[in-house]
C-alpha cells in the first residue's frame, strides 16, 4: 500500500487501502481478543 503524495487530501483511500489496513489491525489485536477479550466477555456473562 503506498500513500498518495497529498496524503489522501485529493480523495478517500480506496477499497485497496482499506482492506490493507482491516488485515493490518486485526494481525495486532488478535492476541488481544484471544487472551484479554474472551475473559472480560466470559466474565460478563457468568
Known amino acids: 500500500m503506498a500513500l498518495l503524495e497529498d496524503s489522501y ?27 484479554i477479550k474472551v475473559l472480560l466477555t466470559l466474565e460478563a456473562i457468568y
Do not use: C, F, M
Open 9 to 35: 487530501e485529493s480523495g478517500h483511500p480506496q477499497p485497496k487501502d482499506i482492506l490493507l489496513l482491516l488485515v493490518e489491525v486485526a494481525d495486532t489485536t488478535i492476541e488481544y481478543d484471544r487472551k
